[in-house]
């Protein structure tokens, strides 16, 4: 599957900001979706994750009430809707989907096989 990610901007902190990531092929409602983000200088980090079965979800703790992900399967796209913005939350985001039917809560990098080019997220104080 290709992934186009899209939805980067500039925000001040305390905004909203919605990223998008736009699935190709007839795939897309049996796989697992995360995002994740890189920092300069800083590792890849899992962001949010939704199951492809029943749409369950997951959250780094440090987003937890503020980012929330979700999937329309009919557009083949998942979201991050991240509000509250903060400074620390700059960096480029990255969607990434995993293999068809896969089990569990997927927050390591390696489990995904496909990835989209990223879109930068960049909150001012």
């Known amino acids: 599957v290709q992934l186009q990610a899209s939805g980067g901007g500039l925000v001040q902190a305390g905004g909203s900001l919605r990223l998008s990531c736009a699935a190709s092929?007839?795939?897309?409602?049996?796989?697992?979706m995360g995002w994740f983000r890189q920092a300069p200088g800083k590792k890849r980090e899992f962001v949010a994750y939704?199951?492809?079965?029943?749409?369950?979800?997951y959250y780094t703790d440090s987003v937890k009430g503020r980012f929330t992900i979700s999937r329309d399967n009919a557009k083949n796209t998942v979201y991050l809707q991240m509000n509250t913005l903060k400074p620390e939350d700059t960096a480029v985001y990255y969607c990434?989907?995993?293999?068809?039917?896969?089990?569990?809560?997927?927050?390591?990098?390696?489990?995904?096989?496909?990835w989209g080019q990223g879109t930068q997220l960049t909150v001012s104080s």
């Open positions: 092929g007839r795939t897309f409602s049996s796989r697992a």
């Open positions: 990434a989907a995993s293999p068809p039917y896969s089990s569990g809560t997927i927050v390591y990098p390696r489990r995904y096989d496909s």
């Open positions: 939704i199951g492809w079965s029943v749409g369950s979800t």
